[in-house]
């Protein structure tokens, strides 16, 4: 016991001598130059706890007061807040090299490196070679024309489990559940030719946990990101935590790599997939190494997996929950199917240029709920200095896309659900040229993905609101569905969505 008092005495005496250093250090940068205004900050706690449990919510409302360019001192860490489209386009149009490093967090630091990550990587010859690889190889128009078939067989799959679960009208399902079983079979298919999981398997079932609990922990706030004397305590155990489940899923990922190892060394032939682009990669060695580790492979595998399923499910969870929400956009949005798609017939791709507003659906969901309400942390390379403001090097960037797109500044009636909005001439899209609209982000390190998610979400969306009348769960009338947030590193529903699938059968008069 006089151990334990001894050590939080200790502790107490580093906390205090770390505030006043941190204190010498935040006067001499303001020192240095003009810093974006922001609000006070406590002595000990710094911004911290103005941070709240929604940090999305939070600093809109701070930006209110104090500009949509904002600094933040949370702990030792400097934060930049920008919650504007002029300041985003500032940003990305004229800033974007400087300001295209990566923060880290403590919970992704572990035994399990980021040498294969397109994520977490510093923009650099190494980065930028994943990336390259990644846009020519993964999602590059070509290839996906080709996967055209399997995208369709994912589809139809899913409509089938939810089919089946539903047991003919009858019973609810977990909606956002049967969107992740799609999306991994879908990455499983482009990354190593395998469906991976149904609605009972064992494999996928823990995929999924483990995978989801990494999101989580990696979108927790870490008292050990803001106070560097407390990082190798990990007093949260945040990064132990995540660590446990990275190796989890790391090892599910590693899995299917030695399956094809198996395979190669018993000449089984097949279809390139993105795998055997990995392992057949032969660099230069002037933007990074001439052949791919397993562990750089493994974590490619694991990167891809996690990021095309976690942000795909909780996009079209969230649509599905919106039109619910909203019944006589859902009549709109099903009308529009059952007029131009024959009952009879199935949703295809070539279909979705005539589904307007199955489009607009899907862009009004990106808007109010972006996957990634702050995109993923930037980090300052080097000083710059951005709309008259100096930001110093490892500052970090977020970029508020949540607030960005409730800006009534911008956006009328911002919090209404209103797909019409993008039925208007100039029609703007998600490609990262329309600041105010950049769920995927924008510069140099904008999601890759944008080619895929721009054919998925409309298509897997308008197949489950073609094939099925919807009807929430246990009797919950539209106006008290649960709309709440929960925050992990990815913007999910605080409650999954229940409803019951019934299948649509045209009535003949």
Same mark, same amino acid.
């Given at each position: ?7 939080? +005495? ?9 505030? #006043? ?22 002595q ?37 807040v ?22 880290i ?7 399990? +490196? ?35 078939? +399997? ?23 977990? +909606?956002?559940?049967f ?12 990354? #190593? ?34 106070f ?18 990275v ?20 000449g ?135 607030? #960005?797109g ?20 100039n029609?703007?899209?998600?490609k ?6 950049i ?18 979400l ?15 769960a ?17 913007l ?15 009535? #003949?008069?």
């Amino acid at each position: 016991m006089e151990y334990e008092i001894l050590g939080l +005495v200790l502790l107490l005496l580093a906390w205090v001598a770390w505030a #006043i250093l941190t204190e010498r250090r935040q006067r001499r940068l303001e020192e240095y130059g003009r810093l974006p205004p922001g609000p006070r900050w406590w002595q000990l706690v710094t911004n911290i706890f103005q941070s709240g449990f929604a940090p999305h919510v939070s600093f809109a409302k701070l930006a209110n007061k104090h500009g949509p360019i904002m600094t933040l001192w949370l702990g030792s860490m400097t934060t930049v807040v920008i919650s504007s489209n002029e300041v985003a386009r500032e940003m990305f149009k004229n800033h974007d090299i400087v300001l295209a490093g990566r923060k880290i967090y403590e919970s992704m630091k572990g035994d399990i +490196v980021n040498e294969g990550s397109l994520i977490t990587n510093q923009y650099g010859p190494q980065w930028r070679m994943l990336r390259r690889l990644c846009t020519t190889e993964f999602f590059i128009t070509s290839r996906l024309d080709a996967m055209r078939g +399997v995208r369709t067989k994912c589809i139809d799959q899913m409509i089938k489990f939810m089919e089946d679960a539903g047991n003919s009208g009858t019973t609810s399902i977990d +909606v956002g559940r049967f969107f992740f079983l799609m999306s991994f079979n879908l990455i499983g298919n482009l990354l #190593i030719s395998k469906d991976l999981v149904d609605p009972t398997s064992d494999r996928g079932a823990k995929f999924f946990y483990h995978a989801g609990k990494v999101m989580e922990f990696a979108g927790k706030p870490n008292i050990a990101d803001y106070f560097t004397i407390l990082r190798c305590l990990d007093p949260q155990g945040i990064r132990r935590k995540t660590q446990f489940h990275v190796r989890r899923a790391f090892d599910i990922a590693g899995g299917y790599l030695r399956e094809r190892m198996d395979d190669i060394e018993n000449g089984e032939e097949r279809k390139k997939d993105y795998l055997d682009v990995l392992l057949q990669y032969r660099g230069d060695g002037v933007e990074g190494p001439s052949r791919f580790s397993s562990q750089t492979i493994n974590t490619i595998l694991f990167e891809m997996f996690t990021a095309g399923t976690d942000t795909t499910t909780s996009t079209l969870e969230w649509a599905m929950a919106e039109l619910l929400h909203n019944p006589t956009t859902l009549q709109k949005v099903q009308a529009e199917l059952r007029r131009v798609i024959n009952p009879s017939n199935k949703l295809e791709e070539e279909d979705l240029d005539k589904l307007p507003y199955l489009n607009a659906v899907i862009k009004e969901t990106l808007r109010l709920h972006p996957p990634l309400p702050f995109l993923v942390p930037h980090m300052a390379m080097d000083f710059c200095t951005m709309l008259g403001y100096h930001i110093p090097k490892e500052t970090q960037i977020l970029v508020n896309v949540w607030a #960005i797109g409730r800006d009534p500044k911008t956006w009328k009636d911002p919090l209404k659900f209103k797909p019409e909005r993008f039925l208007e001439p100039n029609m703007i899209d998600y490609k990262g040229h329309h600041f105010e609209f950049i769920p995927f982000g924008s510069g140099r390190r904008m999601c890759p993905a944008i080619p895929l998610a721009s054919r998925m979400l409309p298509l897997t969306l308008g197949s489950v609101l073609h094939k099925f009348d919807w009807v929430l769960a246990n009797g919950v009338k539209q106006e008290d569905l649960d709309m709440n947030e929960r925050m992990g590193m990815t913007l999910k529903k605080a409650i999954p969505l229940k409803a019951i699938p019934c299948l649509y059968i045209k009535n #003949i008069v």
